[in-house]
Nanobody, 119 residues
Framework: QVQLVESGGGLVQPGGSLRLSCAAS????????MGWHRQAPGKQRELVAT???????HYADSVKGRFTISRDNAKNTVYLQMNSLKPEDTAVYYC?????????????WGQGTQVTVSS
């Protein structure tokens, strides 16, 4: 059984920073792509950023230059450093990982962590 546990969300003022973490545990053989998505009230879930096992990154245009995704392969953990936060960044943030357990590979999701940007 694989589990993803997120942490680091909260309330922050506009212009502030937060760092999200997501750690995977269980019988993991390997992890390919790690990523973050978010869902604001009344909106569809959207991709925020991804990082491959080789370290290549991709960002949504709305967060480029403000957010940084990174990973620690030894800890099976992905991070999202969020700077210069805006009210429109308010959402529930979900991590996801493409994980191989023995011979089966599939996507796993975290439970979500709330990020609220407000003065």
């Amino acid at each position: 059984q694989v589990q993803l546990v997120e942490s680091g969300g909260g309330l922050v003022q506009p212009g502030g920073s937060l760092r999200l973490s997501c750690a995977a545990s269980g019988s993991i053989s390997s992890i390919n792509v790690m990523g973050w998505h978010r869902q604001a009230p009344g909106k569809q879930r959207e991709l925020v950023a991804t990082i491959t096992s080789g370290g290549s990154t991709h960002y949504a245009d709305s967060v480029k230059g403000r957010f940084t995704i990174s990973r620690d392969n030894a800890k099976n953990t992905v991070y999202l450093q969020m700077n210069s936060l805006k009210p429109e960044d308010t959402a529930v943030y979900y991590c996801n990982m493409n994980i191989r357990v023995n011979y089966l590979r599939r996507d796993y999701w975290g439970q979500g962590t709330q990020v609220t940007v407000s003065s």
